[in-house]
């Protein structure tokens, strides 16, 4: 099993920045991608950004691209959100996904999930 805690979220002007922290515990060694998921009110779960475990290789949804930045801390087995240049459609929870396998932007296929944390853009 993994374990997965996010934090970071909160409520922020359009145009700030937050940076979100998910700390993966228990049996690490399997992860192969982290990724970064929102959910908005009434809508289902959507990639947001994914980074390959061993190589950091990084992949972003379009709608993110320029403006967010996914990083990893191997050490402290940590995955960041950079989220800058907010906007009012970034509103949701936003959960931070492990998987076992190669998969990037599929919800299905990250076996383990934090309990979200929320974020709220005002505009």
């Known amino acids: 099993q993994v374990q997965l805690v996010e934090s970071g979220g909160g409520l922020v002007q359009a145009g700030g920045s937050l940076r979100l922290s998910c700390a993966a515990s228990?049996?690490?060694?399997?992860?192969?991608?982290m990724g970064w998921f929102l959910q908005a009110p009434g809508n289902e779960r959507a990639f947001v950004a994914a980074i390959r475990w061993s190589s950091g290789n990084t992949y972003y949804a379009d709608s993110v691209k320029g403006r967010f930045t996914i990083s990893r801390a191997n050490a402290k087995n940590v995955t960041y959100l950079q989220m800058n240049s907010l906007k009012s459609e970034d509103t949701g929870v936003y959960y931070c996904g492990a998987s076992d396998t190669y998969t990037i932007g599929v919800p299905r296929r990250y076996r383990y999930w934090g309990q979200g944390t929320q974020v709220t853009v005002s505009s």
């Open positions: 228990g049996r690490t060694f399997i992860i192969q991608t």
